[in-house]
């Protein structure tokens, strides 16, 4: 007599059908994705220690090397990209003289003096947004706890003559700073036509123009790659040439 093996195929069906789920989860987490890049292509993500300096443009070559992987999606990839980027273990690996990498841990360009300097003030300007300057930052000192000296009505006069010049001083710094940027550089909107991946263009992010590199476009919203290596999405209206 046979014996029936009937039952048994549902439960093979269930398990081989519960593989493929797992296997085709997307990842939607940013920590999962960078995870995800620094297994799959450790010569260039990290996860811990030092982190390697990225090539300007990469995006377009992460994309082309997933296209056929349906766990990230470009948008979630962009996302956990800039977050990457702007992490403070990136931006310090942006130093003068370093190289950065492609998806295979190739040199691709050396950083300059302007990345380097643009990475260590965006560095900073995160450090402090969050109130998180290292210890070293304070000379190793503990804040000072006693009580203040007292300070004489003299003395209070003194100081207060002092900040009135130099808010002065700073306005009329800050006035002739701006004056100069505006006679100096002379932008001009850059064509929608024009608009295209690799194009060198200057964005506008607050009062000052940044150089940057087009990444993708998508309708009126263009993402570019600053020489920090930083990601950012932004509008067509923004980005100028010379």
Aim: proline share 3%; charged share 30%; net charge positive.
């Amino acid at each position: 007599m046979e014996t029936k093996t009937e039952s048994e195929t549902p439960v093979e069906t269930a398990k081989e059908t519960g593989t493929q789920v797992e296997a085709n989860t997307k990842r939607t987490s940013t920590k999962e994705i960078i995870a995800y890049l620094a297994e799959k292509f450790p010569a260039c993500f990290s996860i811990e220690g030092a982190a390697k300096p990225l090539k300007i443009g990469i995006f377009q070559d992460l994309a082309e090397q997933l296209t056929d992987d349906e766990t990230v999606s470009k948008t979630r990839l962009r996302q956990a990209l800039r977050h990457y980027t702007s992490s403070w273990r990136y931006l310090k690996a942006i130093r003068l003289g370093a190289f950065r990498v492609d998806i295979n841990g190739e040199q691709a360009a050396e950083i300059d003096q302007e990345q380097a300097d643009y990475a260590a003030k965006t560095l900073k300007e995160s450090q402090e947004k969050f109130g998180n300057k290292n210890y070293k930052d304070n000379g190793g000192k503990k804040p000072y706890k006693g009580k203040k000296p007292e300070i004489t009505g003299a003395q209070q006069k003194s100081n207060d003559k002092n900040k009135v010049k130099d808010k002065a001083k700073f306005k009329a710094v800050k006035s002739n700073n701006r004056a100069q940027s505006k006679v100096a550089v002379k932008l001009k909107p850059v064509e929608s036509n024009a608009v295209t991946v690799g194009k060198a263009v200057k964005v506008q992010l607050g009062n000052s123009p940044i150089d940057a590199v087009i990444t993708e476009v998508s309708g009126n919203e263009v993402s570019v790659q600053l020489n920090s290596g930083m990601v950012v999405k932004t509008q067509v209206k923004n980005i100028f040439t010379e």
